[in-house]
């Protein structure tokens, strides 16, 4: 006989989300935690323990997007995927993988990447409201199980890495297209998050104001933005002092708007 389900719930001020899921983990449950902090919502689900799901809301980068972005998957594709998902009323991760739209080692890691994200940014609330409900989970579900030490792990090390961009990219710097655009012997070829955020650049927005435009998380949109600079794409515009100027590659090291779609692959040579 299955046991009834029951409710854990918390305010985020007196008990971090870290410390229940450890408690959730430990104690191998099954269930959906469901995180609000003001209008934001990241619901969780565990089998045995393990995190095997996460959804932001809000967000257009779920992991269907991401499987466009890293080019796993078009437009078109995801199109024909979501009606048949609706035909079939399936989850929209067995669409994908039996439909033959991805491959399965893509899928596994387009949605360990969401769980990862959505719970980095769980775990940096320092205010809101939290419940956890046992039961009720769908087996189908399943692809990925990531464990709550793995995830601990994951955000301390993403923590780390946000510390060194906000030093390389102060918080007020302003970019533009490189002025040395077009005169360099290598080709660079864009990713569809990367034309998503190249497309925002006008030479008046801030680095946190991109952060707030870009529909992507702070870490991911910092570390976009560093790449291109790396990679001479684009440049700061503002004054930035040397001291808070950190090269990344020395240290080992990664909402409201909706942007226009990417363009082609970009690439450029020197002419």
Sequence with gaps: MNAPPRM??????????????????????????????????????????????????????????????????????????????????????????????????????????????????????????????????????????????QLVAHHTHEAEELALLRRAIPATARFALAPTLGRVEDQVVLRGDEWQLLALIDGRKSASELVLTSNLSELHTMRILRSLVDRGVIA??????????????????GRSGSPPPPPPPFSRRRS
């Design 8 to 149: 854990l719930s918390g305010i985020i001020d007196g008990i971090s989300a870290s410390e229940t899921f450890r408690l959730i983990g430990h104690s191998r449950k099954t269930g959906v935690f469901r995180g609000v902090n003001g209008e934001l919502e990241i619901e969780v689900t565990f089998v045995d323990g393990d995190v095997v799901l996460a959804r932001r809301s809000g967000r257009s980068e779920g992991f269907e997007r991401r499987l466009v972005a890293v080019g796993a998957l078009t437009e078109t594709q995801l199109r024909k995927a979501l009606d048949l998902n609706a035909a079939t009323q399936r989850d929209l991760a067995t669409t994908l993988v039996s439909g033959g739209f991805v491959e399965r080692e893509q899928l596994d890691a387009a949605l360990t990447q969401e769980i990862e994200q959505a719970v980095a940014e769980l775990f940096s609330w320092r205010q809101g409201s939290f419940t956890f409900q046992t039961g009720g989970v769908t087996e189908g579900i399943r692809y990925v199980a990531v464990t709550v030490h």
């Design 236 to 253: 700061m515009v503002s004054p930035v002092a040397r001291e808070d100027f950190v090269d990344l590659r020395d240290q080992g090291a």
